[in-house]
């Protein structure tokens, strides 16, 4: 009889969901490490205005600011950190909102061409000129499959498809059409995922404006001013574009008043959430946790395949998709231990 695979977790949701104390908390009951899903934590001296966990995380303080990290980077270092953590006897979970990553890792990267820094700042000095929708309408007339996935004034995003198409003559939905085939984690792991957000939207915005509050009351302004004065950093940057570090960012270049900043910076949050939902909502089998205003669970979702060891459903979906319902004040802490290590093997 071959040797059952082991167990690697994967723990996703938007901002401000409760992801972390979740991680967290599955960790202490399940013995495992905690890999970093997010592109701001790896960033050294970002620490109030991302949420920088106390608890050990691999992949957190690991890069300057100065220094770029990538998607590709991210899976190579998570492939390498899961079968550490497996020797170790340990159950490698995977958390955080950077979806990108969670792809990478689980799915593999397109060969891509490398960054081109003249054709980047052609864009940058065209989009400047004529606006980021005119680049938009650009990038839809030679690849319309990423046009429709990028919205028009996301500026990072076009350049870097319309930097592709330039630079190769073929378009970023080519280059992803390409993947590798060799092993990954499906694989090698049996991999098990699990989502968390608020079933009321209107209860994610409000923890949004309160985290946000709560960080400057912290000193999030004083640690994006320390940046700044560094003097060796750019905007463009990676790193100095995380949400929240962007928007005070222009506070302190005199473009945005101090109030402006913080009210783009929550509605900028909002909008992030809104992206990770919209990945989220695509995700193949993939588990979801509800939560209420108090973070207890209200419902779960889970994917026809992932059935076994959960209660009766409360109402059915369908055939690949179940939901349950929950006593009032059930944890997520319960309802996700529950799914990991009664589910399916």
């Known amino acids: 009889m071959s040797k059952p695979r082991p167990q690697l977790i994967c723990l996703m949701g938007p901002t401000a969901s409760g992801k972390t104390d979740l991680a967290i908390a ?35 303080d ?107 003559g073929r378009s970023l939905s080519d280059w992803h059409s390409a993947q590798p085939s060799a092993p990954g984690p499906h694989d090698l792991y049996r991999v098990r995922q699990l989502a968390i957000t608020p079933g009321d939207r209107a209860v994610l915005h409000q923890r949004i404006a309160r985290r946000f509050e709560l960080m400057l009351q912290s000193g999030f302004l004083e640690e994006v001013r320390g940046l700044h004065n560094r003097g060796d950093l750019r905007a463009d940057l990676p790193a100095i574009r995380a949400v929240g570090y962007r928007q005070l960012w222009q506070y302190l270049e005199g473009e945005l ?21 919209t990945w989220l909502r695509k995700w193949d089998d993939l588990a979801w946790i509800y939560s209420d205003k108090a973070g207890n669970v209200e419902k779960m979702v889970v994917p026809g395949g992932a059935r076994e060891g959960l209660p009766a459903a409360g109402q059915s979906s369908g055939d690949e998709v179940l939901a349950y319902n929950f006593p009032v004040n059930t944890s997520a802490v319960e309802v996700a231990l529950k799914f990991l290590q009664e589910g399916p093997m």
């Open 26 to 60: 599955l960790a202490e009951h399940l013995d495992c490490e905690l890999i970093s899903v997010d592109s701001a934590l790896v960033y050294r001296g970002l620490d109030i205005g991302s949420a920088k966990p106390d608890y050990p995380h691999h992949l957190v």
């Open 62 to 168: 690991i890069r300057d600011p100065a220094d770029p990290y990538s998607a590709a980077a991210f899976a190579a270092d998570a492939d390498r950190l899961s079968a550490e953590i497996v020797g170790r006897g340990k159950t490698p979970l995977l958390v955080g909102g950077t979806m990108l990553y969670f792809k990478a890792f689980l799915h593999g990267l397109a060969a891509m061409p490398a960054a081109d820094a003249e054709i980047r700042l052609a864009i940058e000095e065209q989009a400047a000129e004529r606006g980021w929708p005119h680049i938009h309408a650009e990038l839809a007339a030679v690849d319309p499959v990423s046009a429709a996935r990028i919205h028009p004034h996301h500026s990072q995003r076009l350049t870097r498809a319309l930097e592709v198409y330039r630079s190769s």
């Open 257 to 277: 008043s101090l109030q402006d900043a913080v009210t783009n910076a929550v509605a900028a949050t909002r909008q992030l959430a809104k992206r990770q939902l």
